[in-house]
């Protein structure tokens, strides 16, 4: 049973328009949740976060929003560039114990079209 | 600063054959985990460490093993590697009071 959920494998977008990458999550203990980037052969990479007490962080082009009544989050990119095609992963943090385990989503590739 | 680094980066095993990952971080970290990642699947937590001398089962532990003799090092091992293992493996670290993880590049294993 996947507690955190990335429903849409793979999004393609325009240079310059926004992209929006969508995650849903099943657990009411998590309370921090982070966006990971990933290119081929590397490692995931941070990109932003944001705690349950915040609706929005933003960063640059990137802002993540939290819609704690619907368990829903999302990324969005604007305006989006051909740099930012990799895999967006989204990680959800729980409190219930010291080790603060990150809980992944599938992931969503996002291709940028020049 | 080099930061989180894995291996090898790649290898094939065969079937039945034992392995063991290296992971060592130069941050002074004090939490380390293991991942899998799989198409379709994401990262999922396979062991994971609180501290030098403990370590701890993740989400899918069955077939591996973990050791972190000392703080920089994080070891996963398969005793007896089958198919099912093929996979990306990364391994993260995290310091006290944060949230996110720095993460290595990735090992990733073949089973034949």
């Known amino acids: 049973d996947q507690q955190v959920k990335q429903n849409s494998p793979s999004l393609s977008v325009q240079e310059g328009r926004i992209s929006i990458l969508n995650c849903d999550y099943t657990?009411?203990?998590?309370?921090?949740f982070l966006w990971y980037k990933k290119y081929p052969a590397e490692g995931p990479t941070f990109l932003i976060s944001?705690?349950?007490?915040?609706d929005k962080n933003e960063d640059g082009r990137f802002t993540v929003f939290l819609n704690k009544s619907a368990k829903h989050l999302s990324l969005h990119i604007v305006p989006s560039q051909p740099g930012d095609s990799a895999v967006y992963f989204c990680?959800?943090?729980?409190?219930?114990?010291?080790?603060?385990?990150?809980?992944f989503g599938s992931g969503t590739q996002l291709t940028v079209l020049p | 600063n080099a930061g989180v680094t894995q291996t090898p980066k790649f290898r094939v095993l065969k079937t039945g054959q034992s392995m063991t990952l290296l992971c060592a971080q130069d941050?002074?970290?004090?939490?380390m985990y293991w991942y899998r990642q799989d198409p379709g699947m994401g990262l999922r937590l396979i062991h994971y460490?609180?501290?030098?001398?403990?370590?701890a089962k993740g989400e899918v532990p069955d077939g591996y093993n973990v050791s972190r003799l000392k703080k920089q090092n994080f070891l996963l091992g398969l005793e007896s590697a089958a198919p099912s293992q093929t996979s990306v493996y990364f391994c993260?670290?995290?310091?006290?009071?944060?949230?996110?993880?720095?993460f290595g590049s990735g090992t990733r294993l073949t089973v034949v």
């Open positions: 990680a959800a943090s729980d409190n219930s114990g010291s080790a603060r385990q990150l809980t």
């Open positions: 941050m002074n970290h004090e939490y």
């Open positions: 657990n009411s203990m998590f309370d921090y």
């Open positions: 944001i705690s349950s007490i915040k």
């Open positions: 993260a670290s995290r310091r006290t009071g944060a949230y996110g993880y720095t």
């Open positions: 460490s609180v501290g030098e001398g403990t370590t």
